[in-house]
């Protein structure tokens, strides 16, 4: 049993070496984990971080075989060298080293054929690979009798979930309408790409593991001699309109600032296998004529690795009470999928094609003879030209690539609207009738991943749609008319129900979701969530990093405009409090006014008696006493006031006058 090595055995060269290695008999593998791996560690009988060093280091020595992926990974494939130069292993080790034939990129073409294997010592290097290309060295240098060294040289990688070509295949799913960029070169696009899919890169990796070649160097390419423009452009057709731009030198600048990793694709690298140890090595190929020629599967790989799965969603329920569009725009919103119309399919179809420019050839346009039927047929569209409409956004290349939702209030449907949508839209008219013909065939194409029918009470349904706004609220007789039509068609022993046509001739199963006044938002997007994301949540890309740059700014927004609101409110409070304040201290002073004033009259009204009894009885005599004893100014005022005021006293006067009777 050969126990090999793989360093970065979840990353997108290692995934692809590791799931080769254990479809051979008679081979285990063990391996290192870097830290945002893709891949999986299915089939792995042991496994190190490589933040482990000890752990690491172990797992190499051990190991019958050991590959390093170096782009990348130039630190890590060192200490490895380092590690098996100092010897003290058992039996014999073999080495692969993955490398990048971008080493060779200085080098001069040949006038006729290519670059041939055996010439890798007079390769010569731009400024950026020079480490890579010092390291093919090293990998060479450590060979010994009981270790065998091989470096493979490989063309620009395509396959799997994609490496340097990922930004173009990511731009076209996520919008298939992006103009994807042409560098901008001697060449002008027209540079010869080096390439080869990851998948036949670890089946070379594994005949070098089961017979070491001759050469230390093996180059490692497709058949191919594709061009930087014929890539881009197979890309651009396969997930989206082909639509490509060549930049000019400022825009590729500014690009590649972004993605430095795209610089590789300007190169210009022609290489034969003529004589090479590929060609010896009897290589299962998957893509041997390249990239452009196998996009179809070299899409469809990178769908599944990416678990890129469009979300086809059909939506169904009562015609009123459920606010089904908003439903619709919800999961699509959720989802990051359109939510398709009669309205949005009609708006893309008229968006006629450009013109061809000079001295390019005028194409055919295939959507010209319905976009003029649509025109024709004005407002109302019949049946079967509103099916074909809406098929045909279903099948453009942005519903493909992620899927859509269709149904709601908008778009009712019924078995009829399913028949000519999902078969055929010449049928549907007729589809209902007792002896109509049955359905045979449905387009495959189109078949939903989920078939969602909401429902609710009678006496909900009404009670939502009689509380909605006047003008948006149905008649009570037109309510009831369509909910009885609805219930009819949609009853369980009907067999032309709209169910059933997805249950019976897509084999699938539905889920209904019963609506009532306790049942929240949240729950009805994880009774969705659990229904059509088959275990997990496809990847989307989403929140890209402008969309969570954008919800940054929303936030923050909306944080702002709350805390002005709450300071306004607050100053708004203080002053009404303040204003409060005022009127009440006003009112508090007018309060202690009228206290006291009323204070002053009590007090006045019963001094009156006091006062007209000393002012009939003390005042005329105090005031003349006063007056006198200023006149005669005594020694003794008070004495002499007493004595006066003794004196005049009409009670002695009373007295004396008593005695002399």
């Given at each position: 049993?050969?126990?090999?090595?793989?360093?970065?055995?979840?990353?997108?060269?290692?995934?692809?070496?590791?799931?080769?290695?254990?479809?051979?008999?008679?081979?285990t593998?063990?391996?290192?984990?870097?830290?945002?791996?893709?891949?999986?560690?299915?089939?792995?009988?042991?496994?190190?971080?490589?933040?482990?060093l000890?752990?690491?280091?172990?797992?190499?020595?051990?190991?019958?075989?050991?590959?390093?992926?170096?782009?990348?990974?130039?630190?890590?494939?060192?200490?490895?060298?380092?590690?098996?130069?100092?010897?003290?292993?058992?039996?014999?080790?073999?080495?692969?080293?993955?490398?990048?034939?971008?080493?060779?990129?200085?080098?001069?073409?040949p006038?006729?054929?290519?670059?041939?294997?055996?010439?890798?010592?007079?390769?010569?290097?731009?400024?950026?690979?020079?480490?890579?290309?010092?390291?093919?060295?090293q990998?060479?240098?450590?060979?010994?009798?009981?270790?065998?060294?091989?470096?493979?040289?490989?063309?620009?990688?395509y396959?799997?979930?994609?490496?340097?070509?990922?930004?173009?295949?990511?731009?076209?799913?996520?919008?298939?309408?992006?103009?994807l960029?042409?560098?901008?070169?001697?060449?002008?696009?027209?540079?010869?790409?080096?390439?080869?899919?990851?998948?036949?890169?670890?089946?070379?990796?594994?005949?070098?593991?089961?017979?070491?070649?001759?050469?230390?160097?093996?180059?490692?390419?497709?058949?191919?001699?594709?061009?930087?423009?014929?890539?881009?452009?197979?890309?651009?057709?396969?997930?989206?309109?082909?639509?490509?731009?060549?930049?000019n030198?400022?825009?590729?600048?500014?690009?590649?600032?972004?993605?430095?990793?795209?610089?590789?694709?300007?190169?210009n690298?022609?290489?034969?296998?003529?004589?090479?140890?590929?060609?010896?090595?009897?290589?299962?190929w998957?893509?041997?004529?390249?990239?452009?020629?196998?996009?179809?599967?070299?899409?469809?790989?990178?769908?599944?690795?990416?678990?890129?799965?469009?979300?086809?969603?059909?939506?169904?329920?009562?015609?009123?009470?459920?606010?089904?569009?908003?439903?619709?725009?919800?999961?699509?919103?959720?989802?990051?999928?359109?939510?398709?119309?009669?309205?949005s399919?009609?708006?893309?179809?008229?968006?006629?094609?450009?013109?061809?420019?000079?001295?390019?050839?005028?194409?055919?346009?295939?959507?010209?003879?319905?976009?003029?039927?649509?025109?024709?047929?004005?407002?109302?569209?019949?049946?079967?030209?509103?099916?074909?409409?809406?098929?045909?956004?279903?099948?453009?290349?942005?519903?493909?690539?992620?899927?859509?939702?269709?149904?709601?209030?908008?778009?009712?449907?019924?078995w009829?609207?399913?028949?000519?949508?999902?078969?055929?839209?010449?049928?549907?008219?007729?589809?209902?009738?007792?002896?109509?013909?049955?359905?045979?065939?449905?387009?495959?194409?189109?078949?939903?991943?989920?078939?969602i029918?909401?429902?609710?009470?009678?006496?909900?349904?009404?009670?939502?749609?009689?509380?909605?706004?006047?003008?948006?609220?149905?008649?009570?007789?037109?309510?009831?008319?369509?909910?009885?039509s609805?219930?009819?068609?949609?009853?369980?022993?009907?067999?032309?129900?709209?169910?059933?046509?997805?249950?019976?001739?897509?084999?699938?199963?539905?889920?209904?979701?019963n609506?009532?006044?306790?049942?929240?938002?949240?729950?009805?997007?994880?009774?969705?969530?659990?229904?059509?994301?088959?275990?997990?949540?496809?990847?989307?890309?989403?929140?890209?990093?402008?969309?969570?740059?954008?919800?940054?700014?929303?936030?923050?927004?909306?944080?702002?405009?709350?805390?002005?609101?709450?300071?306004?409110?607050?100053?708004?409070?203080?002053?009404?409090?303040?204003?409060e304040?005022?009127?009440?201290?006003?009112?508090?002073?007018?309060r202690?006014?009228?206290?006291?004033?009323?204070?002053?009259?009590?007090?006045?009204?019963?001094?009156?008696?006091?006062?007209?009894?000393?002012?009939?009885?003390?005042?005329?005599?105090?005031?003349?006493?006063?007056?006198?004893?200023?006149?005669v100014?005594?020694?003794?005022?008070?004495?002499?006031?007493?004595?006066?005021?003794?004196?005049?006293?009409?009670?002695?006067?009373?007295?004396?006058q008593?005695?002399?009777?």
């Open positions: 049993m050969v126990l090999v090595y793989v360093h970065d055995c979840t990353g997108y060269v290692g995934a692809a070496v590791v799931k080769k290695l254990n479809e051979m008999e008679d081979t593998v063990c391996g290192t984990i870097v830290e945002g791996g893709i891949g999986s560690t299915k089939g792995l009988v042991e496994t190190a971080s490589s933040a482990d000890e752990s690491t280091n172990a797992l190499i020595m051990k190991a019958d075989a050991i590959v390093f992926s170096a782009e990348g990974h130039v630190a890590e494939t060192k200490a490895m060298l380092r590690l098996l130069k100092r010897g003290g292993y058992e039996g014999d080790k073999k080495l692969v080293v993955v490398s990048s034939l971008m080493t060779w990129g200085s080098t001069k073409l006038e006729e054929g290519g670059l041939v294997e055996d010439g890798f010592n007079t390769r010569k290097c731009p400024a950026r690979y020079k480490e890579l290309k010092n390291l093919e060295t990998v060479k240098s450590v060979a010994r009798d009981n270790l065998s060294t091989t470096v493979v040289g490989a063309g620009l990688l396959g799997g979930g994609e490496n340097v070509f990922h930004s173009l295949f990511r731009s076209s799913w996520m919008d298939s309408n992006a103009v960029p042409i560098l901008s070169g001697r060449l002008k696009g027209e540079n010869k790409l080096p390439t080869i899919d990851v998948n036949d890169l670890a089946s070379i990796i594994c005949k070098i593991i089961e017979n070491t070649p001759e050469s230390p160097y093996v180059v490692a390419v497709d058949n191919s001699q594709n061009t930087l423009r014929e890539i881009v452009t197979a890309i651009g057709t396969e997930l989206g309109y082909g639509k490509v731009r060549s930049l030198r400022e825009e590729t600048q500014n690009l590649l600032m972004n993605q430095p990793n795209l610089s590789s694709v300007n190169a690298l022609v290489f034969s296998l003529e004589g090479g140890s590929v060609e010896n090595m009897d290589v299962e998957k893509s041997a004529t390249g990239m452009v020629e196998n996009i179809q599967e070299v899409v469809k790989d990178y769908k599944v690795c990416r678990d890129l799965r469009p979300m086809r969603v059909v939506v169904v329920g009562p015609p009123h009470g459920l606010s089904l569009d908003d439903r619709c725009k919800k999961i699509a919103s959720d989802y990051y999928i359109p939510f398709i119309t009669v309205e399919a009609k708006a893309l179809l008229m968006i006629e094609p450009q013109a061809p420019k000079d001295g390019e050839e005028e194409v055919e346009d295939p959507n010209a003879e319905l976009r003029e039927a649509v025109k024709a047929a004005g407002d109302t569209l019949p049946l079967n030209l509103q099916s074909q409409l809406l098929r045909f956004e279903m099948k453009a290349k942005a519903c493909e690539n992620k899927g859509w939702v269709i149904g709601g209030n908008s778009l009712p449907i019924t009829k609207e399913a028949c000519g949508i999902f078969s055929d839209p010449e049928a549907a008219d007729g589809s209902m009738e007792e002896d109509a013909p049955p359905i045979e065939e449905v387009d495959e194409g189109l078949k939903p991943t989920g078939v029918s909401f429902d609710a009470s009678d006496e909900y349904l009404k009670e939502q749609a009689m509380s909605l706004p006047e003008g948006q609220a149905p008649g009570e007789d037109d309510f009831a008319s369509a909910l009885a609805y219930r009819e068609s949609s009853a369980a022993e009907n067999e032309k129900s709209a169910l059933s046509f997805f249950e019976s001739l897509y084999k699938m199963d539905s889920i209904t979701i609506v009532t006044s306790d049942t929240t938002a949240d729950v009805i997007s994880s009774s969705i969530a659990d229904y059509v994301e088959q275990g997990s949540k496809p990847f989307n890309y989403h929140p890209t990093e402008e969309e969570v740059e954008t919800a940054r700014k929303e936030t923050e927004a909306k944080a702002k405009a709350q805390a002005e609101a709450d300071a306004k409110r607050k100053e708004e409070q203080e002053a009404a409090d303040q204003a304040r005022k009127i009440a201290e006003e009112e508090e002073r007018k202690l006014a009228e206290i006291k004033r009323q204070e002053m009259d009590l007090l006045e009204a019963r001094s009156q008696p006091l006062r007209r009894y000393l002012m009939k009885n003390v005042i005329p005599s105090l005031t003349e006493g006063l007056i006198e004893t200023c006149k100014m005594p020694e003794d005022p008070i004495d002499y006031l007493a004595e006066y005021l003794f004196k005049v006293s009409p009670a002695i006067d009373s007295k004396a008593a005695k002399k009777k």
